[in-house]
């Protein structure tokens, strides 16, 4: 089998169906684009072929290029992989070249053969590009189905002639959104943004497509660049509206993304430097920065962390080899926000919920909750409201804990205690089966400490939801000292069918993420104390690629919080804890300052809630000193307090898979993605630099900056972390 095949009909159309064996969706693969071209070049060679539809023998047409086969051309090409690079981006575009000019005289534009794109569903990169290179796109009435060129989000951009055609299609200007944000379209928004020319119903789409290729003219199949007069949409960059254009859109990036984030400046490039020569000259320039991005240490590990391990992870790269663990039946114990939240998006995946809370008004606010967020989705035409008829009858809302029969896994939210955990995990054990999974939803309770109150420790099971539930990507799963593969593999499983990232962690103090987001909090905290300018400390942290400064992240989850954990801490390690940013935190919390939630914390808000800035009555708490340290100091003193304790999880085994660790800070806490995660950044720094700079900031700042053993090791030896630990090897064992 092969992933195209063509077949034609009696009146001449040649169909082209992409189905790829074995695949959910689409991928264009290297060895699969040679038969593609072979297709096009017997039917465009055929004289009993009036035209070409390329269409998908899938529900989705293409998510896109197996990213896999840039890493091998890199890898084979040795030391200069830019020529191997440069050579494969410019053969696609060549191939996709002849599917535009579709055997058309290169003098008069004529005797070419129509060439449609019918698109059954969701369609994304490549497939988009090559899309947007056939002569008319049909796309299905599909509600789910979305299209764009999402590249930039991987940190790559549309490098197979699909920034240089939809800039020109539409303008720089009106092709911002999906170029620079990545924005997937549903059909209707897409033909609104000319991604698409017809939206029509699905049963139709083939015939309609059909239809068009063997009514289509000479005129029809032309593409405006390839006429004679054609002027770029908005203004070229040298015409006055144009160069206003190339202004505001190198504000926005730079805006955007603060400079840290190589291929959004290098597409608007493409995009500029494009549309001063012609076409096929502006592809050349296309696929040279296409290939300066894809040598950028920081896109290869952004494609790695985002794309490749992120994948890995989600198809269970870690999971334990036991049998199918698909939950049927989920009981939630606390309907709070984050209960409310876990069965919202456990009942949109199609799994029977039991909310239980202690009162019945309680429990019903906890279904509200979902209720809410489906309404929110029928006012953007995202949810029918069959759609939310159907997630909301999952719900059971009750106070009855027998309804939890016939329940494979329990989830329990309930509050922080571990009395109140105890007391409602032996309840819920009364009532479920034996083989039923117990998970605990919490976020600094020791998950074997909290499987004490089970009589089966290796059913038991933490799994830390970040919140807002329905809208963070990352699941942290936790492993008591106790925990079996079966609880591994349901808890897995059930974050696979909620359609989120689990990444899978040691029993320890603050699991992970917890672990390394608090230190960058508490640095920044210990900095405002050391009379280092707050907004200093912000703007780094964001010119650093963080997505908040500390500050304002400790208002965003609220400083009675971060008093709370202090207290907490500080009553577990006794002399070993580090109490200098405590009296910060206490005193702000004494002040009524207690964050967003307040309307008042480190920042000042009005009194609808909005930011206004950083509170102006701070300095007179913590005076600004004189003299400033510089935008590096304070950068490298924010991440590596974070890169350093991730560093130490993989010593002490709560990590065991660097990957895990990359993705988990990218989605868990947002650290800098374009660094690919703490472990890349290290990889990029280069272990030896790392190491170094650790014992100057050591001898500059204290402690808790000294360099790990294992990082120290790994210096010496002039390791790089992917280049040892890349697949998962125990730190301790390697």
Known sequence: MTDFTMDTDADGVAVITWDVPGK?????????????????????????????????????????????????????????????????????????RKIERA??????????????????????????????????????????????????????????GGTTRYSRMVGAMQAAPVLLEGKMLDPKGAKSAQLIDEVVPHGQLLARAKEWVLGASDADIVKPWDQKGWKMPGGAPYHPAGFMTFVGASAMINGKTKGVYPAAKALLSAVYEGALVDFDTALRIEARW??????????????????????????????????????????????????????YVAANAGIEVVLIDAAQDAADRGKAHAEGILDKGIKRGRVTAEKKAEVLGRITATTDYDALKGCDLIVEAVFEDVGVKAEVTK???????????????????????????????????????????????????????????????????????????????NDARFFYANRCIIPYINEGIRMVAEGVAPALIENAAKLVGMPLGPLQLTDETSLDLGAKIAKATKAAMGAAYDDTVDPVIFGMVEAGRLGRKANAGFYAYDEKGQRLGLWDGLAAHYPVAGEQPDLTAVQHRLLFAQVLEAVRALED????????????????????????????????????????????????????????????????????FYGRFGTGVDSKAA
């Open 427 to 505: 309840k819920v054990l009364a009532v479920v089966g034996p083989d039923c999974i117990f998970a605990t939803n919490t976020s600094t309770l020791p998950i074997t400490e909290l499987a004490k109150a089970s009589d089966k420790p290796d059913q038991f099971i933490g799994i830390h939801f970040f919140s807002p539930v329905d809208k963070m990507a990352l699941v942290e799963i936790i492993k008591g000292a106790k925990t079996g593969d079966v609880a591994v593999a349901k808890a897995l499983d059930f974050v696979r069918q909620i359609r989120k990232t689990p990444i899978v962690v």
């Open 653 to 720: 085994g709560v990590l065991t898979d660097i990957r895990e660790g990359d993705v988990g800070a990218i989605l868990g806490w947002g650290f800098a993605p374009w660094s690919g995660g703490p472990f890349s950044w290290l990889d990029i720094l280069g272990t030896p630099y790392a190491a170094e700079r650790c014992d100057q900031l050591q001898a500059a700042y204290g402690d808790r900056f000294a360099c790990p053993a294992l990082l120290r090791e790994m210096a010496d030896k002039g390791q790089s």
């Open 103 to 160: 055997g058309m005289d290169p003098k008069t534009n004529k005797g070419g053969k129509p060439v449609a794109c019918a698109i059954p569903g969701t369609c994304a990169g490549i497939g988009t590009e090559i899309a947007l290179c056939t002569h008319r796109r049909f796309m299905a009435d599909n509600p789910k189905a979305r299209i764009g060129l999402p590249e930039i989000l991987v940190g790559l951009f549309p490098g197979a």
């Open 24 to 96: 959910s969706m689409n991928v264009l693969r290297r060895e699969a684009v040679d038969v593609l071209e072979a297709l096009i070049d017997n039917a465009l060679a055929d004289p009993a072929v009036k035209g070409i539809v390329i269409t998908s023998g899938k529900d989705s047409f293409a998510g896109g290029m197996d990213l896999n086969v840039l890493a091998r051309i890199r890898d084979e090409a040795g030391e200069d992989p830019a020529p191997a690079l440069f050579e494969f981006t410019m053969n696609a575009h060549r191939f996709m």
């Open 290 to 343: 296409f290939v300066s991005v894809l040598l950028n240490p920081s896109s290869s590990a952004m494609i790695r962390s985002l794309f490749l391990n992120k994948e890995a992870l989600e198809k269970g790269a870690n999971r334990p080899a036991v049998a199918d663990q698909t939950v049927r039946k989920l009981g939630i114990l606390g309907a709070g926000m984050m209960g409310a939240g876990i069965g």
